[in-house]
């Protein structure tokens, strides 16, 4: 929607615990229980094939020192290098194995995020505003992929490695064990100081940056609305402010994290020195061989590094773990509390329904006035009826309602025998499509993307639907036609084809009742007149409420009603209204002329989606 209310403040959607993630990370990987074991078991060997090396070269120095032949120091020798070698094979094939794993679990993630937001009642979408939706379904689900090809691997294979090598020392000599483990409680005091901080700091700027993502998004969309009522400022600085925000939390995050790296850095130092001392003093006393006093500290060295790892991906561990539970969240979202459909709502695709608003007012949450007032109007079944005014006026606004988002404070939509207030999101979807200039073409198959309305649908229907449009011309000259990939990573679509393959989806739900609201507002002069026809194409027959941007649409109407400041001020056919001598007709003399109107009618403003 294009209508802006700066004093909305929109709820965000649900995110979900660390222990409700881990859930749903676990019941995945019990769904693909070959794949996660043969991950845990090439990890292990991995690890320990690493750490094997180590172990082998306190049997040289005992060699060495008790002065044992030199095939001892040869067979070490091979084993140490055919642990290197097998070793390597298995810390690779446990690298790949654990992407497929991750692969696996973000796509599911992913689709099941797109899915629930699909499903979610569209005034929740309003309510909690496209900038907290867009930053989960995008940004989140980009951070987690990252850490999945990153940061997970890493930390996964390090902390096996090191509980590894913590066991190796213990083989040892079990007091060279308990001197390394003398460090363990340093680390835990810096793990407990970090991790409290750290989560909800993490949880704190992902936050920060959906506020971020929706000031410029609301500012943006309602760019002319913003102008009209001279609000550039106090949304710069919102902007500003969310921008300004988001640098502080980073800071804070790089601030935090260099604190625990110091910390970890005394935990080492303690563990070493342990033991070195625990060891001189086992030697001294014939307790423990060279061999094994040599291998100790080479074994906790052995554990600085997979540690530093640990730490140097800790944060983008942390960041993947805060977007993991927003994302789990959203799949746990619930639905809106509309009440279930009403018996007498017709199955789509029958008959064209009228449309019927009465008293209709409407106020944002935190508005002080309404956005609209007293409407009233009748879309006969299978007429049209255009929207036009200024920018701001609620033509945008009032669009939503009749398409079924939003609930008014008084008044009525009725969409033939049902009234709106009274269906679920499923009920009011099969009564009614609405279509607005924010067109989507998601990543996958054409044929996929067209089926997102109508997933029964045939190959012969999608190309129906293409044709009806004028859009299987160009579908056709694709090089593998329906089953293109499109979008991210496949064939990129200009405005004019995106609309058409929107327009197309338009078709497929078959619903009696169309809006469209400023759907062809992003096509260029080339594209307009192609798009229009598109636009009469896909409505034949059904009832159409269209909020026009370009005066040509409201001429094709059946009737055109004129908005201003959330009322109805006009109302009849073109020639009706330009006879009237009204604000139509000023717009329309504007649009002729090719000028400037004054307040009274803006004609650019209107070409801009008013």
């Known amino acids: 929607m294009t209508t802006v209310d700066s004093r909305r403040a929109p709820a965000v959607l649900r995110t ?111 309510q909690v505003g496209r900038g907290d939706v867009l930053s989960r379904v995008g940004d989140d689900v980009a951070v987690v992929s ?27 000599d079990w007091r060279l064990g308990l001197a390394g483990a003398g460090a363990l409680p340093a680390y835990a005091l810096a793990l407990r100081w970090y991790l409290p901080r750290s989560a909800p700091l993490y949880r704190r700027q992902r ?52 604190r625990f790296v110091g910390r970890e850095n005394r935990a080492e130092f303690i563990g070493l020195v342990l033991i070195i001392c625990v060891g001189y003093a086992l030697l001294e006393a014939g307790a423990a061989s060279l061999g094994e006093v040599a291998a100790a500290p080479l074994l906790f060295h052995r554990l600085f590094t997979p ?22 969240g959203v799949l746990g979202e619930e639905a809106g509390e509309r009440l279930v459909g009403d018996p007498a709502v017709a199955p789509p695709g029958q008959v064209p329904h009228p449309v019927v608003v009465r008293g209709l007012t409407f106020r944002y949450p935190g508005g002080q006035d309404p956005v609209l007032r007293d409407i009233d109007l009748t879309i006969p079944a299978g007429g049209s009826l255009a929207l ?38 499923a009920g009011a979807r099969a009564l009614v499509s609405i279509l607005t200039q924010e067109t989507h073409v998601f990543s996958g198959p054409l044929a996929d993307d067209l089926r997102l309305s109508a997933p029964g649908a045939t190959d012969a229907q999608l190309w129906e639907a293409l044709r009806t449009v004028g859009a299987d011309s160009w579908v056709r000259l694709l090089p593998d036609g329906l089953e293109t990939p499109v979008g991210e990573g496949g064939e990129r679509l200009d405005v004019t084809k995106v609309a058409q393959v929107a327009l197309a989806r338009l078709v497929l739900a078959r619903s009696p009742v169309v809006v469209l609201d400023e759907s062809t507002a992003e096509a260029g002069s080339e594209g307009a007149a192609e798009l229009e026809r598109a636009v009469l194409a896909a409505c034949a027959g059904r009832t159409t409420l269209f909020v026009a941007h ?10 055109i009603a004129v908005l201003d400041a959330g009322r109805v001020v006009e109302q009849g056919t073109h020639d009706e209204l330009v006879a009237l001598g009204g604000r139509y007709a000023r717009l329309w003399q504007a649009w002729r002329e090719g000028g400037r109107a004054g307040p009274d009618g803006l004609p650019q403003d209107f070409r801009k989606g008013c």
Do not use: N
């Open 388 to 425: 036009v005014g200024a920018t701001g006026a609620g033509k945008s606004t009032l669009a939503a309602l009749v398409a079924g988002i939003g609930t008014p404070q008084s008044g009525s939509v009725r969409i033939g025998p049902a009234d709106l207030a009274t269906l679920d999101e």
């Open 550 to 559: 370009r005066l040509t649409q409201a001429m094709a109407a059946d009737r």
């Open 16 to 126: 979900a615990g660390a222990r409700e993630a881990g859930r749903w990370v676990a019941a995945h990987c019990r769904e693909r229980p070959w794949l996660t074991t043969a991950t845990v078991l090439t990890t292990v060997a991995g690890a320990a094939l690493q750490v094997l090396p180590v172990l082998l070269l306190g049997r040289i120095v005992d060699a060495v020192a008790d002065g044992g032949p030199r095939s001892v120091l040869v067979t070490v020798g091979a084993l140490t290098v055919a642990a290197a070698l097998l070793g390597a094979a298995a810390t690779a094939a446990s690298a790949y194995l654990i992407g497929r794993l991750g692969a696996d679990l973000l796509a599911r993630l992913r689709e099941g995020a797109v899915r629930a937001v699909l499903a979610m009642p569209s005034d929740r979408v309003e």
């Open 307 to 328: 540690l530093g790892l640990i730490m140097f991906t800790f944060d983008e561990a942390q960041k993947s773990g805060a977007s993991l539970t927003r994302l789990v």
């Open 207 to 258: 936050l920060a940056q959906a506020d971020r993502a929706q000031a410029l998004i609301s500012a943006l969309d309602g760019i002319d609305t913003v102008r009209a009522y001279r609000l550039e400022q106090p949304f710069r600085e919102k902007v500003t402010a969310a921008s300004w925000r988001v640098r502080e939390l980073g800071i804070d995050v790089f601030r935090l994290f260099g």
């Open 146 to 172: 990252k850490g999945i090809r990153t940061a997970v691997p890493t930390v996964f294979s390090a902390g096996v490695l090191v509980a590894i090598a913590t066991a190796g020392m213990f083989g040892l």
